[in-house]
């Protein structure tokens, strides 16, 4: 089970880190996708790094702001968020394949978590 957290209320222009904490599992060898929805949205892909680490890929809403790092030793994925703009208000998920990061955002992916909730004001 992946959990999200790091979620919250901030102002544009801030900054956020979310969590993806792996539960009963290890994310070690997988890769870890990050995904967001808003209200009345599609989901919309965010980013997805690769079980090594070695590469990533970001959604186009997001290059050059967000950030995908992963800390194997204590199961966690994190996505650091900068220059936050008020589009970017959404519910944050993340989830985690044996497919390759670029695979992400095609992958059909069910059974969502909770998510952690990012706000926005401008």
């Known amino acids: 089970q992946l959990v999200e957290s790091g979620g919250g209320l901030v102002q544009a222009g801030d900054s956020l880190r979310l969590s993806c904490a792996a539960s009963g599992r290890t994310v070690g060898g997988y890769s870890v996708g990050w995904f967001r929805q808003a209200p009345g949205k599609e989901r919309e892909f965010v980013g997805a790094i690769s079980g090594s680490g070695g590469s990533t890929v970001y959604g186009d809403s997001v290059k050059g702001r967000f950030t995908i790092s992963r800390e194997d030793a204590k199961n966690t994925v994190y996505l650091q968020m900068n220059s936050l703009k008020p589009e970017d208000t959404a519910v944050y998920y993340c989830?985690?394949?044996?497919?390759?990061?670029?695979?992400?955002?095609?992958?059909?992916?069910?059974?969502w978590g909770q998510g952690t909730q990012v706000t926005v004001s401008s």
């Open positions: 989830k985690a394949s044996f497919r390759s990061a670029r695979e992400f955002p095609k992958t059909d992916f069910q059974s």
